[in-house]
């Protein structure tokens, strides 16, 4: 009897020790939201664009929606979970595997606190190895996270020809435009080494495809 208990114990602690070391280290905030809508959804002749973010995603998707109206349709996944809780990646699989996106836009904002920044690399492979893996031929927009300074990189023009029915622009037919430069940076831009295009190391792939396949995801 003795010997069977020990077995059950190595047994078990084995199970806990196989899972990924992200899934013990699941940090909340107070309040957790999710929030995934799909317009459309027995659409089949446009393309899909899905918008991945936050409350900031959320707030700027009916402006999207409505610009790319006939066009594509649209879906997005809002939620104040951060991209290293993988709670993320497994309500981000159902919908992926859901749906055929073609372009799929990620703007992460200001949640994730507790996170360092090694778990932050971690759930950052993770996702982009989920893309790899069930969204293959999607375009990823992320310059914006990663290659834009706000102050640097914007640009406001005043007195530039607009439609004129739009009556918040000073005067009729005037009004202003903002540039963002989302490119690499040279060197007299920018005073850091510029980053370079993240990789999947082969191994970490292979051992992340095998976990989710374990897990059913």
């Not at 899972?19 to 957790?32: G, H, M, N, S, T």
């Not at 799909?38 to 707030?59: C, H, Q, Y």
């Not at 372009?103 to 994730?112: A, D, E, Q, Y």
């Not at 963002?180 to 940076?185: E, G």
């Amino acid at each position: 009897m003795k010997e069977k208990t020990t077995m059950i114990i190595a047994g078990f602690l084995a199970l806990v020790l196989a899972q990924p070391a992200f899934a013990q280290e699941v940090k909340l905030e107070k309040i957790e939201w999710t929030d995934i809508w799909v317009m459309n959804a027995k659409e089949t002749e446009n393309p899909r664009v899905l918008l991945v973010g936050d409350s900031i995603v959320k707030g700027y998707y009916g402006a999207v929606e409505q610009g790319l109206s006939g066009q594509a349709a649209c879906a997005r996944y809002a939620t104040s979970l951060f991209l290293s809780n993988p709670d993320y990646l497994a309500e981000l699989t159902l919908l992926i595997k859901r749906y055929d996106f073609d372009v799929i836009h990620i703007n992460n904002g200001l949640h994730g606190w507790d996170y360092s920044e090694e778990e932050y690399r971690q759930g950052l492979y993770s996702l982009l190895a989920l893309m790899e893996r069930e969204a293959p031929r999607a375009k990823i927009v992320w310059a914006m996270t990663t290659r834009m300074d706000p102050v640097r990189d914007t640009m406001l023009i005043e007195h530039t020809p607009i439609d004129y029915l739009d009556f918040a622009s000073p005067v009729s037919g005037l009004g202003g435009k903002m540039g963002m430069d989302a490119t690499n940076k040279w060197p007299g831009e920018t005073q850091r080494e510029w980053g370079s295009t993240i990789s999947m190391d082969a191994a970490v792939q292979a051992r992340m495809d095998g976990l989710f396949d374990t897990l059913g995801l």
